[in-house]
């Protein structure tokens, strides 16, 4: 059985609707297979995890989606430049220092890298 | 002798110029090299392939590059959300059922990724 | 030691900002891990690299991170096609002949692959 890794990059707002259909699409065809799909969110793009906004975000639809094993990521350089106050992030969300390491360094292992 | 593999991502209907720029300008570049290059397109990108429509295509050079060994492909799940009929699409075109999850085979067979 | 490879591919004038802060967060998060870092900039991004203009370019601060071993580097197609003189392209910038291959190369020689 072959497991496919998979890494999400989201660096602007207007790409959230069109990333989530790609990962739904994605976990649709797999089928029996298994895969790694993580989503990773720098610049503006982390503005999409904070719990006070009102954006056009399902969060019902993403915590599904976590719930099915989706890695949420979010950069803390992005968290930091756009004064997100941490406690604030959705609980299903996962920080790291820096997310264009985190991409280099999932690319090193294997993963695909997909920007939509 | 090297061979290539390359597989273009397309999710923009403005972006089918610079694309297809792309793909001409690495055909000139590896000479006597091999190369396979796939493009896959999903979300609206895939109304480009529609017959029935008049976009700016050149449909003329689209056929010449596949000539050339170019692989057009379309997401299936696409074509469903824009409700292109399959019948009216150009026959150089092949659909996968899903456009991420040929994305990410791709990769794991050594594709290198490129979004224009 | 771990050594990284990547490289950013930019392709539109608007996201220089947002790639120079990526390569400056991207140094500071390796700390003392090895990296090599190139930046392969095609179509209109090339123009960036015109010294005779006056974008919002910050000379300094690439000039800065060359010193650091951060590789700029300008595709030749894009060059003609923008009718860009060579010898008023900063010092600093390589030429290739095309940008998609240098893409492709790369990616082949183990190098992640990152589009802000």
Same mark, same amino acid.
């Given at each position: 059985?072959?497991?496919?890794?998979?890494?999400?990059?989201?660096d602007e707002m207007n790409k959230w609707q069109l990333l *989530?259909? @790609?990962?739904r699409n994605l976990l649709e065809a797999i089928e029996n297979k298994t895969i790694s &799909?993580?989503? *990773?969110? @720098?610049s503006e793009a982390v503005k999409y995890y904070d719990s006070?906004?009102?954006?056009? &975000?399902?969060i019902n639809d993403m915590v599904t989606l976590h719930g099915?094993?989706?890695?949420?990521?979010a950069c803390n350089n992005a968290?930091?430049?756009y004064k997100i106050e941490k406690d604030k992030i959705f609980d299903f969300v996962d920080i790291v220092p820096a997310g264009v390491l985190e991409l280099v360094e999932k690319q090193s292992e294997g993963y695909a890298y997909i920007k939509p």
């Amino acid at each position: 059985m072959r497991t496919y890794k998979v890494i999400f990059h989201i660096d602007e707002m207007n790409k959230w609707q069109l990333l *989530l259909s @790609n990962v739904r699409n994605l976990l649709e065809a797999i089928e029996n297979k298994t895969i790694s &799909i993580e989503v *990773l969110a @720098n610049s503006e793009a982390v503005k999409y995890y904070d719990s006070t906004k009102n954006y056009d &975000i399902n969060i019902n639809d993403m915590v599904t989606l976590h719930g099915k094993g989706i890695k949420f990521v979010a950069c803390n350089n992005a968290i930091a430049t756009y004064k997100i106050e941490k406690d604030k992030i959705f609980d299903f969300v996962d920080i790291v220092p820096a997310g264009v390491l985190e991409l280099v360094e999932k690319q090193s292992e294997g993963y695909a890298y997909i920007k939509p």
